[in-house]
């Protein structure tokens, strides 16, 4: 029980205490909420709050779940002009699932409970909280305390509707499991690869679902999200039913992969399909993905004629590996994506900043594990890897945890590599050096032949790196990337890794692709 005299903000320690939460993540301002150390999301009022927006924005269409909380005026000043006053809950609202107005210290168990709940509820995203100074100092009653979350049991399907799916997938004559990252949040992902042994059917993954099946496994055929022409889609191209599992639609829109409606759908998922006129589904099971996905493979049968996975495998293997071996300097994306992989363990953490380097990882790099590739793909901002790096080191004890990111999005948030040092994580930056905009270049060229305006020169980058504390290393020879990567991971502390990268593979990367014939 709660004892008497606590604030407002004391009380919100202990909800959050309750909630499980270790870390928040924000800076002090003029009016910060005083709960003594920072945690989850935290910034102060006016340009604080406003600050946070893009990132909420990253966690409310990627399906993260954040609570953010931010600090407000007085109640009684928010009816003027008042200095660094708009209204947060406004501004909030376009980026969350909840945003919410605490007005006093009693209401505050319930109102971080109910964000809390909504952010972590299927499908995830960001909350937010809006603390107004008074609210927090107001004195709570005895009787205020935290809530705690009352654990559900997960949902399932009737059998008969996961006998329909599994026949509707028999008398297919080529199907395909298309995995998203509602497979990973579920914990489903060996729950998938039982599904597709039993069967039979081949896997593709998204972006975002990369890790839902081991990238070295006979039946996963590739990730899909970049282009209609990529070698992946062969396997969708060719497909004339999808079992779509967990796969948000931000993650690649069905208008790139179901361009004429034609397809048998099979919808698994946390939530019910929105209506789209590309996405029009047979049948579809609702319900914890992990547990739909245990049902099918607890009843599947082997399916006869899905070998064309192994050339499908074959073929995207031989093609995604151009390079793989190629000396020349600057370094082609293609063999940093190779070596990034060596230098890495099966369960260390990548995660890819946003830019013409997220189309090589996202495409090449095979992730082996759940939640050991980790990119943003909805609202898809630049500057991410850095930070997002910082809050995977300071949660995992033995994973290597890597940030990949262009030279623009590096730049972008490289005033974080201080906080990296300060808090002592141990982490490592590879940066592709470029010297551009790579993904605003690769379009003009496809456009319009020329570009504008997406070139810029860079720092020194290793010995910006060391002015923050970090080690610096610039690779000056590409068959020397191998042994800096190996040398940067293996250090302990911030490394970065400059690495200059050839710009004209992206220039042509969709002509290439166009001239794509996938083998029959």
């Not at 407000?72 to 699932?97: G, I, L, N, S, W």
């Not at 969708?236 to 993650?251: Q, W």
Request: proline letters at 6%; hydrophobic letters at 40%.
């Amino acid at each position: 029980m709660t004892e008497t005299g606590l604030t407002g903000a004391g009380l919100l320690v202990e909800c959050l205490e309750a909630e499980g939460v270790e870390y928040i993540f924000g800076l002090p301002g003029e009016q910060t909420v005083p709960i003594g150390r920072p945690g989850v999301c935290l910034a102060t009022l006016g340009p604080g709050a406003t600050n946070l927006v893009t990132g909420v924005g990253n966690a409310w269409l990627d399906s993260s779940p954040v609570v953010a909380l931010t600090s407000q005026r007085d109640q009684d000043e928010q009816h003027k002009h008042a200095h660094q006053f708009v209204d947060t809950t406004a501004v909030f609202d376009a980026v969350t699932k909840r945003t919410d107005r605490v007005k006093m210290a009693r209401t505050i168990p319930e109102q971080v409970r109910k964000a809390f709940d909504i952010a972590t509820r299927e499908a995830p995203g960001a909350t937010h909280l809006e603390l107004p100074e008074d609210a927090t100092l107001e004195t709570a009653p005895p009787r205020a305390r935290p809530l705690h979350d009352e654990e559900t049991p997960t949902s399932g399907a009737k059998p008969e509707d996961v006998r329909r799916v599994l026949e509707h997938l028999e008398t297919a004559e080529h199907p395909v499991i298309l995995a998203g990252n509602g497979v990973i949040r579920s914990g489903g992902a060996d729950q998938l690869r039982a599904l597709a042994e039993r069967t039979g059917v081949p896997v593709l993954t998204t972006f975002m679902g990369k890790g839902a099946i081991d990238g070295r496994h006979e039946l996963h055929i590739g990730t899909i999200g970049f282009n209609e022409d990529d070698y992946s889609m062969c396997g969708l191209k060719r497909a004339d039913t999808v079992l779509v599992a967990g796969m948000d639609y931000i993650e690649y829109h069905p208008q790139h992969w179901n361009p004429e409606g034609e397809k048998t759908l099979l919808h698994v998922a946390g939530t019910q399909p929105e209506i789209d006129a590309y996405y029009e589904v047979e049948l579809g099971l609702v319900g914890d993905v992990a547990r739909l996905l245990e049902q099918l493979a607890d009843r599947a049968e082997p399916i006869p004629g899905t070998d064309y996975s192994s050339r499908l495998k074959e073929f995207v293997e031989r093609e995604t590996s151009k390079h793989a071996d190629d000396d020349a300097f600057p370094v082609k994306p293609q063999r940093l994506v190779g070596d990034l992989r060596t230098a890495l363990a099966p369960e260390d953490i990548l995660i890819s900043d946003v830019g013409a380097h997220k189309y090589w990882l996202s495409r090449l790099y095979p992730a082996y594990e759940p939640n050991t590739f980790i990119v943003s793909n909805g609202f898809a901002s630049m500057g991410i890897a850095l930070p997002g790096a910082i809050a995977a080191a300071l949660t995992v004890d033995d994973q290597r945890v890597v940030a990949a990111a262009g030279d623009g999005g590096f730049l972008m948030n490289v005033q974080e590599l201080e906080t990296a040092v300060r808090l002592g994580v141990d982490m490592t930056v590879v940066v592709f050096d470029d010297e551009e905009y790579a993904a605003i270049t690769m379009e003009q060229h496809e456009r319009y032949g020329e570009t504008f305006g997406s070139t810029f020169g860079n720092p020194d980058i290793p010995v910006l790196a060391e002015s923050f504390g970090a080690t610096g290393r610039r690779v000056a020879a590409t068959d020397r990337l191998e042994e800096t990567l190996a040398a940067a991971v293996a250090n302990d502390g911030v490394d970065v890794v400059d690495v200059p990268i050839d710009p004209t593979e992206a220039h042509h990367l969709t002509e290439e692709l166009g001239e794509i014939v996938c083998p029959s």
